[in-house]
Nanobody, 121 residues
Framework: QVQVVESGGGLVQPGGSLRLSCAAS????????MGWYRQAPGKQRELVAT???????NYADFVKGRFTISRDVAKKLVYLQMNSLKPEDTAVYYC???????????????WGQGTQVTVSS
């Protein structure tokens, strides 16, 4: 059974930085893509950034130049470095792994439970 667990959220002042980490565990055959999403109160979940196992990245326009996604595929880890944080970045941040846990099973999405990020003075 695959499990995904995020860590690193918290309270930070505007202009500050946080680093989120996410680890996948369990029997994993192949990881295709990893990503971070967020959901603010009253809003839909939205993409923040994704990175493929090959290292190709994609960012939402509202985080370009401020956030950096990175990964260690062998260790099944993905990170999100968040700089120049703004109050509007306040949300629950979710980690996602697109993977196969068996060569005979189609790829599926696996989500973490989320970690709260609050940007406030």
């Amino acid at each position: 059974q695959v499990q995904v667990v995020e860590s690193g959220g918290g309270l930070v002042q505007p202009g500050g930085s946080l680093r989120l980490s996410c680890a996948a565990s369990g029997a994993i055959f192949r990881i295709y893509v990893m990503g971070w999403y967020r959901q603010a109160p009253g809003k839909q979940r939205e993409l923040v950034a994704t990175i493929t196992s090959g290292g190709d990245t994609n960012y939402a326009d509202f985080v370009k130049g401020r956030f950096t996604i990175s990964r260690d595929v062998a260790k099944k880890l993905v990170y999100l470095q968040m700089n120049s944080l703004k109050p509007e970045d306040t949300a629950v941040y979710y980690c996602n792994f697109g993977l196969q846990w068996s060569s005979s099973i189609r790829p599926s999405d696996y989500w973490g439970q989320g970690t709260q990020v609050t940007v406030s003075s």
